[in-house]
C-alpha cells in the first residue's frame, strides 16, 4: 500500500472513532458520517485484495522457480540425452530435443518444455529404452502443467494487486473529500468548545510525510557559525 494512501486511510480511521465518541443527530452529518464508513469498509476489503494478490503472486513466482530449476537440471537433460540417442534410430527427432537457454524468458521456456513433453509422448516407448524413465517423463508432464497453472496464478494475482491499488487510491481521495465535509459541520459544532475543536482537528489531520531535519548550523568558535563538513565545505 503506498504510503500516501495509508496515511490518509489512518486518518480516516480516527475520524470515525472521534465521531462515534462524539455523535451528531443532524440528519446531514449523519449521512456524511455513514458514507465514510461505507468507504472505509470498501477501503478495508480492498487492502485485503491488495495484500491476498501479493502473496499470490509472490508465491506463484516461487514455485515456478522451483518448477524450472526441476526441469532443466534433472528432466529435460535426461530428455535431450535420451532423444540424442534416438536420432540415430529416427533420424527426423533431430532437432526435436534441446535445451532451452538457461536465462530466456519464462514464456519461450515453458513453450520449449511444452514441445519437447508432447514429442516425446509420441516415441515414449523408445525414449524408455535409451534412458528417459516413464517415471521422469511423467514427472516433466505434471511439472510443464503446473508451471503453466503457477504462470496463470502470478499473473492472476498482479492483477488483483495492481487492481486493488488503484482502486484504493480512489476510495481514499473520496474519503478526504467526505473528511473535508465533516471538517466543515464539526468546526461548526465544536467552535464554543476549543478542547473538542483541538481535538478534532488533530484527528483529521493527515500526519507526514516525514522528512528529515536539515543539518545544523556548527559553531566556529569566533561567535559565528560554520557550515557543516563535508564536500560542499571548503577551509579557510
Known amino acids: 500500500m503506498q504510503a500516501a494512501v495509508r496515511r490518509k486511510l489512518a486518518m480516516a480511521v480516527r ?22 464508513e461505507e468507504r472505509l469498509a470498501r477501503a478495508d476489503a480492498l487492502a485485503i485484495q491488495q495484500r491476498d494478490g501479493t502473496l499470490e503472486q509472490h508465491g506463484s513466482i ?4 522451483e518448477l524450472r530449476r526441476l526441469m532443466r537440471s534433472e528432466l529435460l537433460p535426461q530428455l535431450v540425452r535420451a532423444g540424442e540417442r534416438a536420432v540415430a534410430q529416427r533420424p527426423e527427432l533431430a532437432g526435436f530435443f534441446r535445451m ?3 536465462n530466456c ?7 520449449a518444455a511444452q514441445a519437447m513433453y508432447a514429442r516425446a509422448l509420441e516415441v515414449k516407448d523408445l ?23 503457477v504462470t496463470e496464478a502470478a499473473h492472476e494475482g498482479r492483477r488483483d494487486h495492481v487492481g486493488a491499488s488503484a482502486d484504493l487510491k480512489t476510495v481514499a481521495d473520496e474519503i478526504v473529500g467526505l473528511v473535508a465535509l465533516l471538517d466543515g459541520l464539526n468546526r461548526y459544532r465544536f467552535r464554543y468548545d476549543s ?6 482537528q488533530s484527528a483529521s489531520d493527515v500526519v507526514g510525510p516525514f522528512r528529515a531535519k536539515p543539518a545544523e548550523p556548527i559553531a566556529d568558535g569566533t561567535g559565528g557559525a560554520s557550515a557543516p563538513s563535508g564536500d560542499g565545505a571548503v577551509a579557510a
Do not use: I, Y
Not at 462524539?22 to 465514510?36: E, N, R, Y
Not at 534412458?131 to 508451471?147: N, T
Not at 478542547?195 to 478534532?200: D, G, K
Open 15 to 36: 475520524v470515525r472513532d472521534f465521531n462515534r465518541a462524539h455523535p451528531s443527530d443532524d440528519p446531514t452529518f449523519m449521512k456524511v458520517v455513514t458514507a465514510l
Open 62 to 65: 516461487v514455485r515456478r522457480q
Open 100 to 102: 532451452p537457454a538457461p
Open 105 to 111: 524468458p519464462n514464456k519461450v521456456f515453458l513453450t
Open 127 to 149: 525414449l524408455a529404452e535409451l534412458g528417459m524413465s516413464s517415471a521422469m517423463l511423467d514427472e516433466l508432464g505434471k511439472c510443464v502443467a503446473e508451471f503453466e497453472k
Open 195 to 200: 478542547e473538542l475543536l483541538a481535538a478534532w
